[in-house]
């Protein structure tokens, strides 16, 4: 079965086409980085306007790169939400439209489920069971998962996520949007113990996160250094990053021992923007082979938002015969554990 997948829940316009035998056969993604970064963040009406510009030329060319025409796709996976309601409602009309103009199915896919099964993507993919920690913009979790449509959220941030903690002191340290990267990048220049930032919950039972006052601890940090600039001078900027991307990381690892700990599972599987973190990988690698368990990830690429990702979970919902019926939906705010279990949805 061939599947076209759709992503445009954000800020990127994400096209993928996925066999079911032969794997993935052409993706694309074009970002809108350029179009919020003087803003500081994503504008919602700019991100859906330069969706509807971006998604028939991008899906054309990865049929043309596929060698593919209408004719040989099967189906069509777009994701319904969670995400921006406009930019959803781009993607989700466009892949809902096709479908009914080519007579195939479609289906609306959960953005996470997409970047909770994007390491299947890759080589030796995690057999079921695995516990997942979905580490993104907009979420940080922990989830048991037992299959397809089987998931069972063990903890969550109370307030910030990952990915938007790094976004935050990336803006105090005065770096570009999207922060993450920029943070990893300058804290390889950093010196590890300079500064040593606080491990939010860590003290605490249970499987939450909160970062958001480990986000108050960076910016008194950056005021009580900040030099004639506005900012502490060079080095200490990286040291600052330094500790921060280290108190994230060390929260982010010690939760998920816990979760490997309280399921039994000797599997984890990381995903979304925060799981490209090289630090993160390098540290879980180092933490989970004490306890004989291992960690798998998606390709730099697949981690932040892509087609690739929703295309394979839809491709896997359409071949147990799930379909969208023809008004078209979106869902904004859908929690991971309201999905059907792929078994059970095959009769619908
Ligand atoms: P969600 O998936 O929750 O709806 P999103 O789609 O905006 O949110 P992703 O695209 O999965 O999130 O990830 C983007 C986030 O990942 C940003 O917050 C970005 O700063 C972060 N990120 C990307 N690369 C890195 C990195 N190397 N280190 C840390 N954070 C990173
Ligand atoms: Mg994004
Ligand atoms: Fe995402």
Same mark, same amino acid.
């Given at each position: 079965?061939?599947?076209?997948?759709?992503?445009?829940?954000?800020?990127?316009?994400?096209?993928?086409?996925?066999?079911?035998?032969?794997?993935?056969?052409?993706?694309?993604?074009?970002?809108?980085?350029?179009?919020?970064?003087?803003?500081?963040?994503?504008? #919602?009406?700019?991100?859906?306007?330069?969706?509807?510009?971006?998604?028939?030329?991008?899906?054309?060319?990865?049929? !043309?790169?596929?060698?593919?025409?209408?004719?040989?796709?099967?189906?069509?996976?777009?994701?319904?939400? +969670?995400?921006?309601?406009?930019?959803?409602?781009?993607?989700?009309?466009?892949?809902?439209?096709?479908?009914?103009?080519?007579?195939?199915?479609?289906?609306?896919?959960?953005?996470?489920?997409?970047?909770?099964?994007? +390491?299947?993507?890759?080589?030796?993919?995690? #057999?079921?069971?695995?516990?997942?920690?979905?580490?993104?913009?907009?979420?940080?979790?922990?989830?048991?998962?037992?299959?397809?449509?089987?998931?069972?959220?063990?903890?969550?941030?109370?307030?910030?996520?990952?990915?938007?903690?790094?976004?935050?002191?990336?803006?105090?340290?005065?770096? !570009?949007?999207?922060?993450?990267?920029?943070?990893?990048?300058? %804290?390889?220049?950093?010196?590890?113990?300079?500064?040593?930032?606080?491990? #939010?919950?860590?003290?605490?039972?249970?499987? !939450?996160?909160?970062?958001?006052?480990?986000?108050?601890?960076?910016?008194?940090?950056?005021?009580?250094?900040?030099?004639?600039?506005?900012?502490?001078?060079?080095?200490?900027?990286?040291?600052?990053?330094? %500790?921060?991307?280290?108190?994230?990381?060390? $929260?982010?690892?010690?939760?998920?021992?816990?979760?490997?700990?309280?399921?039994g599972y000797k599997r984890l599987i990381i995903a979304g923007g925060v799981s490209a973190n090289k630090r993160l990988r390098q540290e879980l690698e180092v933490a989970l082979a004490k306890i004989h368990a291992s960690v798998f990830y998606a390709r730099h690429e697949f981690c932040t938002d892509n087609g690739a990702m929703?295309?394979?979970?839809?491709?896997?919902?359409?071949?147990?015969?799930?379909?969208?019926?023809? +008004?078209?939906?979106? $869902?904004?705010?859908? +929690?991971?554990?309201?999905?059907?279990?792929? !078994?059970?949805?095959? $009769?619908?």
């Amino acid at each position: 079965m061939r599947v076209l997948g759709i992503e445009t829940s954000c800020d990127e316009t994400g096209i993928a086409l996925f066999d079911t035998e032969k794997g993935l056969l052409a993706h694309e993604l074009y970002s809108q980085i350029a179009v919020h970064s003087e803003y500081g963040g994503v504008v #919602p009406e700019l991100a859906s306007r330069d969706h509807v510009r971006k998604i028939l030329p991008l899906i054309q060319s990865v049929m !043309d790169t596929a060698g593919v025409t209408a004719a040989d796709i099967d189906g069509i996976a777009y994701t319904s939400g +969670p995400g921006l309601v406009g930019a959803l409602m781009v993607g989700a009309s466009v892949g809902r439209s096709l479908a009914y103009a080519w007579k195939i199915p479609s289906v609306g896919v959960h953005h996470m489920e997409g970047h909770l099964l994007a +390491p299947m993507l890759e080589e030796n993919p995690p #057999p079921f069971p695995f516990v997942a920690l979905l580490v993104s913009g907009g979420h940080t979790q922990l989830v048991k998962v037992e299959g397809i449509g089987r998931y069972q959220l063990l903890g969550e941030s109370l307030d910030d996520a990952a990915g938007e903690a790094f976004d935050k002191a990336a803006k105090m340290l005065d770096l !570009d949007y999207p922060g993450g990267p920029h943070i990893a990048k300058l %804290a390889e220049h950093g010196v590890s113990g300079r500064f040593t930032f606080p491990r #939010p919950m860590v003290d605490r039972p249970g499987l !939450d996160f909160s970062f958001s006052g480990l986000k108050t601890y960076t910016l008194n940090t950056v005021a009580k250094h900040k030099g004639p600039s506005g900012l502490p001078d060079e080095q200490t900027c990286a040291d600052i990053a330094r %500790a921060f991307e280290e108190a994230v990381v060390a $929260t982010l690892v010690i939760k998920c021992r816990r979760a490997l700990e309280a399921t039994g599972y000797k599997r984890l599987i990381i995903a979304g923007g925060v799981s490209a973190n090289k630090r993160l990988r390098q540290e879980l690698e180092v933490a989970l082979a004490k306890i004989h368990a291992s960690v798998f990830y998606a390709r730099h690429e697949f981690c932040t938002d892509n087609g690739a990702m929703i295309a394979y979970a839809g491709a896997q919902r359409l071949a147990a015969g799930m379909t969208e019926p023809l +008004p078209i939906n979106v $869902t904004p705010r859908w +929690p991971l554990e309201s999905l059907p279990p792929l !078994d059970a949805s095959s $009769t619908d």
